[in-house]
């Protein structure tokens, strides 16, 4: 082919995170109104990588892209043609460091249009690899979840060191993501929660193993319909995930916002510390009115998903 493009979309974490470093189960879901189109176009000459932040030769693109740089010269010597000459537009609307998946969005686009132009099946699990190839570069993070989730398009329920499990669901309510405006530190989240664990081990396992009992009762909530029972398992595992120390003065203002303003649960997502926080919604409830609360508690950006089941 002369022209191929590969789509991918944003994740979000439901439940999980940090107690997933330790063997926990997470949950994470997709986000499908955020999304990433990749194109690759044969050309005559040159290697250019056209994205919102970087426009050039993929040769020098520079250190933050590292990860995109190897993905793209490992695909192309894997099919033979290490001097192919081509254009690769990034075209995204997921945003960037938010604990969104975007990292990991754009390397499972990327591999799924190169295998579209080479016109060669891929499985879920190839894709999944290469876009590993991307994420272990850009963050290696330390439960694999970012690169384990992107290569589904529907909710997965993820272990570490195990394959995801793409899991049911049966949810008409409504997500309403907030960020913070703090800059959220992965890195530095998950080593406080490490210090934790050594200087006071009993109360924080115990506050992990809560944290996957949680995961655990939300898959079944998730498959039945049942948002009205899923958003006080999310607020609990907030408290959880605040005594453990990964919450944030802004976070907490913006979850007891939503939660004031008729959310059914609200919780901080990814990382913590900073970085973004999400609620849940009833379809039927004055969505306007939790963005406003989230607005006036200092919410820099809103998003919101809408999931509905159709019956049949
Ligand atoms: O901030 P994100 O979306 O990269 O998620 C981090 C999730 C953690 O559980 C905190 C870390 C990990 O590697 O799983």
């Known amino acids: 082919l002369k022209i191929a493009t590969g789509k ?56 933050a892209f590292e990860g995109i740089r190897q993905l793209i010269n490992r695909l192309l010597k894997f099919f033979k043609m290490p001097n192919l000459a081509f254009s690769l537009k990034i075209q995204s609307t997921i945003p960037l ?28 699990l190839e894709l999944q690899r290469w876009a590993n190839v ?3 570069i850009t963050h ?6 970012d690169a384990a989730t992107a290569a589904h398009d529907v909710p997965v329920w993820f272990m570490k060191g195990n394959l995801p ?23 530095l989240a998950v080593s406080v929660v490490r210090e934790q664990l050594q200087n006071d081990p009993i109360e924080t396992q115990n506050h992990l193993t809560a944290l996957g009992d949680l995961s655990r009762a939300a898959r079944n909530f998730l ?6 029972k899923l958003g006080p398992i999310m607020t609990t595992a907030q408290e959880h995930l605040d005594a453990i120390g990964v919450s944030h003065p802004y976070l907490n203002n913006l979850i007891n916002a939503a939660l004031e303003a008729g959310a059914l649960g609200a919780k901080l997502t990814g990382g913590g510390v900073g970085g973004a926080m999400l609620a849940l919604a009833d379809n039927h409830a004055d969505i306007e009115a939790i963005i406003a609360a989230l607005e006036k508690a200092g919410a820099r950006e809103i998003w919101v998903q809408k999931y509905q089941v159709k019956r049949g």
Do not use: C, W
Request: charged content about 20%; cysteine-free; proline content about 6%.
């Open 134 to 136: 991307e994420e272990s």
């Open 165 to 187: 499990e793409p899991i049911a669901m049966d949810l008409d309510a409504t997500l309403i993501i907030a960020d913070t405006g703090v800059h959220g530190q992965t890195g």
């Open 140 to 145: 290696g993070s330390p439960s694999g979840i």
């Open 223 to 228: 498959a039945k319909n049942s948002a009205d």
């Open 8 to 63: 991918s979309h944003a994740k979000i974490i439901l439940l999980g995170e940090h107690a997933v470093v330790y063997n926990e189960p997470a949950i994470a879901l997709p986000l499908p109104d955020l999304n990433m189109l990749v194109t690759v176009t044969k050309r005559d000459f040159g290697q250019i990588i056209l994205a919102e932040n970087y426009q050039g030769p993929l040769s020098e693109m520079t250190e």
């Open 97 to 124: 460091e938010r604990g969104m998946g975007s990292s990991a969005a754009t390397a499972v686009a990327i591999v799924r249009a190169f295998f579209a132009l080479f016109e060669t099946p891929l499985s879920n």
